[in-house]
């Protein structure tokens, strides 16, 4: 399943003078995190006056982009908890509070290509198209929005049924034995949106491809039954390849994203660190050891050598393994002290950090204890590091960062850790030089 390049239009919303003057004060103090105006208010103006409100310098926490580069940029939108038919009828209505806020953060950073993770997803596609045409396409908040006309999404194994006992509870359905954990169809799903256009025949999924084909795997014993040991997926939700037409010349864009392992069902641990593995193999090209995948229109191998890439999205990480702590097996203790993605000699990292005025780890506030690096808040001011845009390391990046304002900063209101609209994931973006792309693909 997955969506055709399409434009999205929706009507244009009309407003009255002094409501579109309203609406400007109400979007800056949602951006900065102030509370609503008040006659007392400094920004709330006398009658007949104009507005007088400060708003934050956008500098402070973004960078502007420059025609000359290509900025990718993903986010965990957090919209996952709502089965599909629940989160469909939110969106269509156009006023779901969590979507707004996907969608202002994302027009904030002004990508060129957006890859969203953490999305429940139906099979026709219609939760994507919503997304779009509902929300980004439409200024949220202040800001304009996105012309990203072409879009794709596919099938998750997250949430889907596998018909057999994969969390060894001697019970057959529930989330512990879906193909991906799920507590629904769908959950955990990814939306590529591009305002270039999709080579939509050259797209390769690999979804299918099964953990026992994997050679050298690291399943586990505890797959007893013939059947447990050939239905999982290496990928919790998937892999996708995602070619790019960039002018003349291609990107890959690979995305891809993990559920988090869980301590009650433990095989996905050992998971994670080959879906690490398969990653790498595939972008590694020549030098790599994708020769086995199989994608799932049956062509086997990994990414062409010398095609440009960038991978986005939220991967299978040494810092997601890490997550389960002492309570992980000895084998995957292990596996969290290697980076096989990021010390892959194919894939530079640019390390992201946070644009803001003041440094994340000098902050006062419910970021405390975070790095800079960090894209997911957790509880007691913890992060970890969790969405990710990795170019090949031929491609020139000019820069890169984390939207991730301080409270007086431009923004702020988005990245509320405390705001259940608000997601728990910080937007990452990088600008990569269109001139460095190569043309083979």
Known sequence: MSLGPRLFRAPVRRSSAAGAAAAGLVAALALTGAPAAHATHPAYPAPGQPLRAEQPDPSTSMVAKDGEELRVATLE???????????????????????????????????????????????EGAIAEALNAEYLSQGQRGHQ?????????????????????????????????????????????????????????????????RWVQMPDNSMPDTFETPLQRAVPPVSSTSLWDV?????????????????????????DAFRAI????MLVD????????????????????????????????????????????EDAPSAVREAAEERPLLDADVVQDPEPRPVTDEPVEERDDAHAGSA????????????????????????????????????????????????????????????ISRDSLDGDD
């Open 274 to 277: 080959d879906e690490r593995r």
């Open 243 to 267: 070619p790019l037409e960039v002018g003349e010349e291609h990107l890959h864009l690979i995305a891809t994203a993990s559920t988090a392992p869980r301590s009650d069902r433990r095989i």
């Open 145 to 209: 929005g996105l012309a990203l006309d072409h879009v794709f999404t596919a099938e998750t194994n997250s949430g889907a049924g596998s018909g057999t006992d994969l969390d060894g509870d001697g019970r057959i359905g529930g989330p512990g034995d879906r193909l991906g954990w799920g507590s629904h169809s769908g959950q955990e799903g990814m939306i590529v949106l591009s305002s270039v256009p999709i080579e939509r025949d050259a797209v390769r999924t690999f979804g299918d491809f």
């Open 77 to 123: 939108a957090g919209l996952t908890e709502r089965d599909a038919e629940m989160l469909l009828a939110d969106l269509r209505d156009g006023e779901d509070a969590a979507a707004e806020t996907v969608a202002a953060t994302a027009q904030t950073a002004d990508p060129d290509v957006l890859v969203l993770t953490g999305v429940t997803l139906d099979e």
């Open 282 to 325: 595939y972008v590694s090209g020549a030098a790599g050891e994708g020769w086995y995948l199989t994608d799932d229109d049956g062509e086997v191998g990994g990414l062409s050598a010398g095609s440009s890439f960038v991978v986005a999205g939220a991967p299978a990480t040494a810092e997601t393994l890490s997550a389960l702590g």
């Open 372 to 431: 800079p690096t960090d894209t997911r808040a957790l509880a007691d001011g913890q992060g970890m590091r969790a969405s990710y845009v990795l170019p090949d390391a031929d491609l020139s990046v000019r820069d890169s960062g984390i939207f991730w304002p301080a409270a007086d900063e431009y923004g702020a209101g988005l990245v509320d850790p405390d705001d259940d609209e608000t997601p728990q994931d910080r937007l990452v973006w990088t600008d």
